[in-house]
């Protein structure tokens, strides 16, 4: 049952019983509802409900858009004048470190020719071995032929490089430049690999607030509750002048507990931060519904022994609606969170209510 269901069934039955009580009313006289009322709160107390009040975890947050960016990224480029032939992958896909991206031509005459030449100096390298393990030929012989396969493998793996474009770093495709069929350039930009490791982001924190954004303090994605929690690393002391606002660094590290709720986030992705300027792992809060405000200030209701105390209270850090209470209310209190602004101080309380809301 509802409490406002709760509170009607209460108010009627006690209005049945004091209609009962005091007999029929002469036909043509009116019940004289307010004074009823008043009289059913007095036998009966004031509906209302509370809460016993709980010190729980309370901050407070500026949010800022940004746009995220990979700590760690890498952009291939094309080292020779080609045809793209192949493509292995697609943007969004995990790739690994000397993973093939995408090819050119397999019978581009660079490629070939070096492929031949390291053929060539490796068949005469492993000739070499034979006759220098014979003692046909002197070590300095043996060591010049080595040295000219060495460099011809080595010529013959960059050639390879060029027309097998392989990924530099682990992490997910973020960009593909070019497609199947078209005609590149040598420093045409290829594709773009973003690590994996974390994100880091830019943003600008006005002069008003700057005082309040710290190195170190907590910032996240969203909202705390997301739990992709990442760090302030710079705050810069000189304005930038185009945007009248103080820059703002932050890193998240996605392998450090944020791994489940960071798969989503790609590098050049637009969001809101939240910066925690304050942080109270054991405070009381109130929502502005359940205060009352007085010309000196703001109040709330308690139950103590089940008559209705008004108490002042002082108000710390706000986050939206809710409030911190530094002072005025301790942890156990019965807060009046319903009812409370047609009391005063002193009223007695329904205390089968209080008792039925206390326990939820």
Same mark, same amino acid.
């Given at each position: 049952?509802?409490? %406002?269901?709760?509170? *009607? !069934?209460?108010? #009627?039955? $006690?209005?049945?019983?004091?209609?009962?009580?005091?007999?029929?009313?002469?036909?043509?006289t009116a019940l004289p509802q307010a004074a009823g009322?008043?009289?059913?709160? @007095?036998?009966?107390?004031?509906?209302?409900?509370?809460?016993?009040?709980?010190?729980?975890?309370?901050?407070?947050?500026?949010?800022?858009?940004?746009?995220?960016?990979?700590?760690?990224?890498?952009?291939?480029?094309?080292?020779? =004048?080609?045809?793209? %032939?192949?493509?292995?992958?697609?943007?969004?896909?995990?790739?690994?470190?000397?993973?093939?991206?995408?090819?050119?031509?397999? /019978?581009?005459?660079?490629?070939?020719? @070096?492929?031949?030449?390291?053929?060539? @100096? %490796?068949?005469?390298?492993?000739?070499?071995? $034979?006759?220098? *393990? *014979? &003692?046909?030929?002197?070590?300095?012989?043996?060591? $010049?032929?080595?040295?000219?396969?060495?460099?011809?493998?080595?010529?013959?793996?960059? &050639?390879?490089?060029?027309?097998?474009?392989?990924?530099?770093?682990?992490?997910?495709?973020?960009?593909? /430049?070019?497609? =199947?069929?078209?005609?590149?350039?040598?420093?045409?930009?290829?594709?773009?690999?973003?690590?994996?490791?974390?994100?880091?982001?830019?943003?600008?924190?006005? #002069?008003?607030?700057?005082?309040?954004?710290?190195?170190? &303090?907590?910032?996240? +994605?969203?909202?705390?509750?997301?739990?992709?929690?990442?760090? +302030?690393?710079?705050?810069?002391?000189?304005?930038?002048?185009?945007?009248?606002?103080?820059?703002?660094?932050?890193?998240?590290?996605?392998?450090?507990?944020?791994?489940?709720?960071?798969?989503?986030?790609?590098?050049?992705?637009?969001? /809101?931060? @939240?910066?925690?300027?304050?942080?109270?792992?054991?405070?009381?809060?109130?929502?502005? *519904?359940?205060?009352?405000?007085?010309?000196?200030?703001?109040? #709330?209701?308690? $139950?103590?022994?089940?008559?209705?105390?008004?108490? #002042?209270?002082?108000?710390?850090?706000?986050?939206?609606?809710?409030?911190?209470?530094?002072?005025?209310?301790?942890?156990? /209190?019965?807060?009046?969170?319903?009812?409370?602004?047609?009391?005063?101080?002193?009223?007695?309380?329904?205390?089968?209510?209080?008792? !039925?809301?206390?326990?939820?």
């Open positions: 049952m509802s409490k %406002r269901m709760f509170f *009607a !069934a209460l108010i #009627a039955a $006690a209005l049945v019983s004091a209609v009962s009580c005091a007999g029929k009313p002469e036909a043509g009322m008043e009289t059913l709160y @007095a036998e009966n107390g004031y509906p209302v409900g509370v809460r016993a009040l709980k010190a729980e975890e309370f901050s407070v947050c500026l949010k800022y858009p940004t746009v995220l960016q990979a700590q760690s990224e890498s952009t291939a480029y094309a080292s020779i =004048s080609d045809v793209v %032939r192949k493509i292995n992958v697609k943007v969004g896909d995990r790739v690994e470190r000397d993973q093939v991206i995408l090819s050119f031509s397999q /019978d581009n005459q660079a490629f070939e020719q @070096a492929r031949l030449s390291y053929e060539n @100096a %490796r068949r005469t390298y492993e000739r070499s071995s $034979a006759l220098f *393990a *014979a &003692a046909d030929i002197s070590r300095q012989e043996f060591e $010049a032929l080595r040295t000219q396969h060495e460099i011809a493998r080595t010529a013959f793996e960059a &050639a390879s490089g060029m027309i097998n474009v392989k990924s530099p770093i682990a992490g997910t495709l973020t960009r593909l /430049d070019v497609h =199947s069929t078209e005609n590149v350039r040598p420093g045409t930009p290829l594709f773009t690999v973003a690590g994996t490791s974390g994100f880091e982001t830019r943003f600008y924190v006005g #002069a008003d607030e700057i005082d309040r954004v710290t190195i170190g &303090a907590r910032v996240y +994605i969203g909202n705390p509750e997301q739990n992709i929690e990442g760090r +302030i690393s710079q705050v810069s002391l000189m304005m930038d002048s185009a945007k009248q606002a103080f820059p703002v660094s932050a890193c998240f590290d996605v392998n450090g507990g944020n791994s489940v709720s960071a798969r989503s986030l790609v590098s050049g992705m637009g969001v /809101d931060v @939240a910066v925690e300027t304050y942080h109270n792992n054991k405070a009381l809060t109130l929502s502005r *519904a359940e205060m009352v405000r007085t010309g000196a200030g703001y109040t #709330a209701f308690i $139950a103590d022994d089940g008559v209705a105390k008004q108490v #002042a209270v002082e108000l710390g850090e706000a986050n939206g609606l809710r409030y911190e209470i530094s002072a005025g209310l301790k942890e156990g /209190d019965l807060l009046i969170y319903e009812g409370q602004h047609r009391l005063e101080g002193g009223m007695r309380l329904n205390t089968a209510t209080l008792l !039925a809301d206390a326990g939820k």
